[in-house]
Each structure stands twice: as C-alpha cells, then as structure tokens.
C-alpha cells in the first residue's frame, strides 16, 4: 500500500505543511498539490460543495506528491466510509467533544476488529495499491478536531483512545467558545489552551495539527511543536497573493506617474 508521508514525517519529527481546499475546484485542488505541501485536504464541512464533487478533488491531488485529506461534515460512519473508500488518506472529524464520541469516530476509519469501517474501497484501493485491507488501518489517519470547550476539559480522555490517532485545533471555533472571538491568536488564553492540548497530544504519543488563519500563526505554531500546519485556506492564499500583486503594480504605477 503507498505509505502515509504524514506518518513518515511524524517518525522523523519534522512538519507537514497542509493545503486546505475550501473551493470545489479540481484545478485548485492540483495546482495546491504542486506547490511543495505535504497534504491537502478537502473539506466538506464548510466547502461550498458536496461528496460527489469531494471525489473530483482528491482525484487532482493524488495526481501530485501531496497527501489527501478530507475533513467531514460530521462523524456519521457513512459519510466518513465513503470519503475513505473514495481515496483519502486521512480523516478530520469537526465537532468531537467527548471520548464516546472519539471512540466512534476513530472506529469508523477501522476495519474490524479494530473499529467498524465497512468494506469496499473502490478507489481508495486504486490508489493506495492491492494490499489495502492488509494495511489501511496502519496508514489512515484519524483526527479529531478540538474546537469547543466541552473539547477542550476532555481532551486528555479522548486522546486515550487508541486507535484514534491524534488531534486537530480549530483555533476559530474554540476562541469563539472561550469568549475570544475567532481571531484571539494573540491572546494569552488561546496561545496557552492551544499549548496545552499540544502537550496532552505528545505526552501520549498522538499527532497534533492546528488550522492557522492568522499571517503569523503558522510560524507560531511550527515553534511550539505542532506535527501539522495549515498555513490559511485556498481562499486565503488567493487573497494575500492577489492583493500583494496588485498592491506592487499600483506602487511602481504611483512612482512612474510622479
């Protein structure tokens, strides 16, 4: 089965730079993939776009070195079963705030008796090779994201789960539910709850990634420890580099008519 580089770069202690697509678009979706990150995920939670275009998307990056990814609407065994069947090599789950619910939804990226994943991998045998029953549990990647504060006071027993394999911050959503808003990277209380599920992650061996929003954050967070970053969205990405485009021609226009 073709290996996971997440769990490759996990072993070696380095990070993992992660694309983010918020765009249903297969172009996008490819070009992001080319560009040196070592994921992409595809994001149907808040992505204006739904399962059938999803598998479009992780069709462009699996034309790249790029790993896909999928974050889901919600942990429902049948959405997460297809998105894994339909290729991606890791699931980030929204909304998980107890260890019952990391229990279900760290079981629906498993094959029993592991966990309860149903068979039928379709394209996700396409693409990671023949013996993908044999090896698929090792490879996926389970993520359950930590963004309330129902999350965050349980965050020590979810990540006892085993088979679940680590954490994702939504720093948005848990600022929103520690009374910061959603952009208070730069309060104390964010960057010291951010801190401390990192070091509840890697105290019991998990991975621990983090969305990062905010120009700075990023760098931020590669300091502190984080195995994964996601540096802004596709939409992001656009808008910084347009306006920084854009902001160049105007400056050499403004010193060509003085």
């Given at each position: 089965m073709r290996v996971n580089r997440l769990k490759q770069l996990q072993l070696e202690k380095r990070?993992?730079?992660?694309?983010?697509?918020?765009?249903?678009?297969?172009?996008?979706?490819?070009?992001?993939?080319h560009c040196n990150f070592d994921a992409v995920t595809v994001d149907l939670q808040h992505g204006p776009y739904g399962f059938d275009q999803a598998v479009h998307l992780l069709q462009a990056i699996s034309a790249t070195e790029a790993v896909p990814l999928a974050r889901c609407a919600?942990?429902?065994l049948a959405e997460i079963n297809k998105l894994l069947d339909a290729g991606a090599y890791g699931i980030i789950c929204p909304l998980i705030d107890d260890v019952d619910q990391a229990a279900v939804f760290a079981a629906s990226c498993r094959y029993p008796p592991r966990g309860a994943r149903s068979y039928?991998?379709?394209?996700?045998?396409?693409?990671?090779?023949?013996?993908?029953?044999?090896?698929?549990?090792?490879?996926?990647?389970?993520?359950?994201?930590i963004e309330t504060s129902?999350?965050?006071?349980?965050?020590?027993?979810?990540?006892?789960v085993e088979e679940l394999d680590g954490i994702?911050?939504?720093?948005?959503?848990?600022?929103?539910?520690?009374?910061?808003?959603?952009d208070a990277w730069s309060d104390p209380r964010m960057k010291a709850a951010v801190t401390h599920i990192l070091e509840v992650a890697h105290a019991r061996g998990k991975y621990a990634g983090i969305f990062?929003?905010?120009?700075?954050?990023?760098?931020?967070?590669?300091?502190?420890?984080?195995?994964?970053?996601?540096?802004?969205?596709?939409?992001?990405l656009l808008?910084?580099?347009?306006?920084?485009?854009?902001?160049?021609?105007?400056?050499?226009?403004?010193?060509?008519s003085s």
């Open positions: 990070v993992a730079v992660n694309a983010w697509i918020s765009m249903g678009n297969g172009y996008l979706a490819e070009v992001l993939g919600g942990s429902t039928g991998p379709a394209r996700g045998l396409l693409y990671g090779g023949s013996d993908y029953l044999a090896r698929a549990d090792d490879q996926i990647m389970s993520l359950a994201m129902n999350a965050l006071d349980n965050v020590e027993r979810m990540l006892d994702y911050v939504g720093p948005s959503d848990l600022g929103i539910a520690l009374g910061l808003g959603p990062c929003g905010a120009p700075d954050m990023g760098e931020d967070c590669v300091r502190i420890g984080y195995d994964l970053v996601t540096p802004g969205n596709d939409v992001q808008r910084a580099g347009a306006a920084a485009r854009v902001d160049g021609v105007r400056r050499a226009a403004a010193g060509h």
